[in-house]
């Protein structure tokens, strides 16, 4: 089979943790490849994601790489196989990579949490809010792909509500929840919107009030998912260029004590759907 021509993120992140443990371990991709029956060429195309490799054949790796996670083990080995067909696929060439990234990194998460500054969490958001968002995008999108970004956020939400609906936790500032892209019609819309799934039991909606002063992040949107292990989370920042995803140690730790911090500063569940509740009733 030939290598692949694009590997998505999953399929990269893979190959990039087996190349830490094949380093750990000191050994060369030729020597590593030896004990598979393969050459340089073909592993280093594995640990690039361009090329798969089964189950067997990655434990086989981790025990001669002395790998004694088993935990690790078992995750990495659920990401091998032949890529099922996902939902996202159909937008594939008519968005970019990153945003079909984005959504296959929402799928495979074990829990997700984000924090928005001026706009609200896209899993959030509705048809009609969505809609308002992309058409301030620059450049200017044409009506069609505008529709196929509109659905494909909307099409996402599914994971919130899902028959093992992962947990959510949202901080949202409240300029963010102010701000009435569309009208106020669709924004008094909106929000109550955010006050009907946040009463889900796997949603939590925290609002950050102008009156808590300065805060970590600001300025940035930030979602923190949860890999089946630690070494698997993910960030995934939002630039205008597109996601970009980070996964060094180091920086998912500054962002869980980020996203902590700024839960700390947040007002509680409670507070914040009486607080939203508040900027309806005067919008």
């Known amino acids: 089979m030939p290598p692949r021509s694009a590997p998505t993120a999953r399929e990269q992140r893979l190959g990039a943790e087996l190349r830490k443990l094949r380093e750990r371990a000191g050994l060369t991709a030729t020597q590593a490849g030896a004990l598979l029956g393969i050459d340089q060429a073909r592993m280093s195309n594995i640990e690039t994601g361009r090329v798969g490799l089964s189950a067997p054949r990655l434990r086989t790796l981790a025990c001669n790489y ?3 996670d088993e935990a690790l083990i078992d995750a ?13 696929e159909e937008y594939r060439g008519l968005l970019p990579q990153g945003l079909l990234d984005l959504a296959e990194l929402e799928h495979h998460a074990a829990a997700m949490r984000t924090a928005q500054t001026a706009t609200l969490p896209g899993l959030l958001q509705t048809l009609d809010h969505a809609r308002a968002v992309f058409a301030h995008s620059i450049p200017q999108l044409p009506a069609h792909e505008m529709e196929h970004r509109t659905s494909w ?3 996402r939400q ?3 509500y899902a028959d093992k609906a992962v947990p959510y936790t949202a901080v949202i500032h409240e300029a963010a929840l102010r701000m009435q892209f569309g009208g106020r019609v669709v ?11 946040s009463e889900r039991e796997n949603l939590s909606v925290l609002v950050l009030p102008f009156t808590a002063g300065g805060f970590p992040g ?4 930030i979602f923190y998912a949860h890999g089946a292990v630690p070494q698997l989370d993910t960030v995934q920042l939002d630039q205008s ?16 004590q980020l996203l902590d911090r700024l839960e700390a500063l947040a007002l509680t569940a409670e507070e914040s759907r009486d607080f939203i509740l508040g900027i309806v009733k005067v919008l």
């Not at 980070?246 to 869980?256: G, T, V």
């Open 76 to 88: 990495l080995a659920s990401m091998t196989g032949r890529r099922p067909r996902q939902w996202w």
């Open 241 to 256: 260029h597109g996601p970009v995803l980070l996964d060094a140690e180091a920086q998912l730790q500054k962002y869980r």
């Open 153 to 155: 956020r909307i099409k």
């Open 158 to 160: 599914a994971v919130l």
């Open 218 to 221: 600001a300025g940035q949107t």
């Open 66 to 68: 002395d790998c004694a």
């Open 187 to 197: 924004a008094r819309a909106q929000l109550r919107h955010i006050l009907q799934v």
